[in-house]
């Protein structure tokens, strides 16, 4: 069904230069994304710091685009205004991070924000499927959070297929983040993904001041997606 839709990709700023977080998204911007993904880390849902809603304050004005926040933190729900008042245009949190998902979800929605619920490589996806009419999107992590650069998990792919024929109608777009890459993007998007995550893949072999291979690294993800379907 994503057969002529144009895929939507989403730099992770994981990757980035964390001195120079303006500049490198304003870089990526012009080198083609589409979306800007800022993952959260707490050092304690995943083995891993990064920043909190002061940083995605700071940065805020510096996207044109969409600022899609990854919240890999438990718990939740203490933090969500913080990051709607930060300007998250979406807000993903795990599914494992707590027992009360539905309500995370709804006070991801109460704050004016797009909720989202991502789920680890090791859960089920069928797991998901009860939220649908809550959600906005789905982040289907294909690998274990925590770590840029990790290798991607293909046992996740026909669960991707899965969770689009459960989605069914519903505008609820499927988001993939880990490992993507050219050789594993095509197969994703094949099986229904709309939002391709990729931290690694865009960032390397560039930098804020020569950001030409940004430019290459994403054109050369969206031509392996546009000759699998050719
Ligand atoms: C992993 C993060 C990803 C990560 C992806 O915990 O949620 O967004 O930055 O990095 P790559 O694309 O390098 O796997
Ligand atoms: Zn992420």
Known sequence: MNSQHPVTIAPSILSADFA???????AVEGAGADWIHVDVMDGHFVPNLTFGPATCRAIRPHITTVMDVHLMIAPVDPYIDAFAAAGADRLTAHLEAGPHIHRTLQA?????VRPGVAVNPGTPIEAVFPL????DLVCVMTVNPGF???????ARVPDVARLRAAIGDRPVKIEVDGGIAPDTAPGVVAAGADVLVAGS???TGGSADDPAPYAANIAA???AVA???A
Request: proline share 0%.
């Open 227 to 229: 000759q699998r379907r």
């Open 132 to 135: 649908l009419d809550m959600v």
């Open 148 to 154: 840029g650069g990790q290798s991607f998990i293909a």
């Open 108 to 112: 991801i929605r109460a704050a004016g």
């Open 221 to 223: 993800i969206r031509q």
């Open 20 to 26: 120079d977080f303006g500049r490198e998204i304003r």
């Open 201 to 203: 893949a865009v960032f």
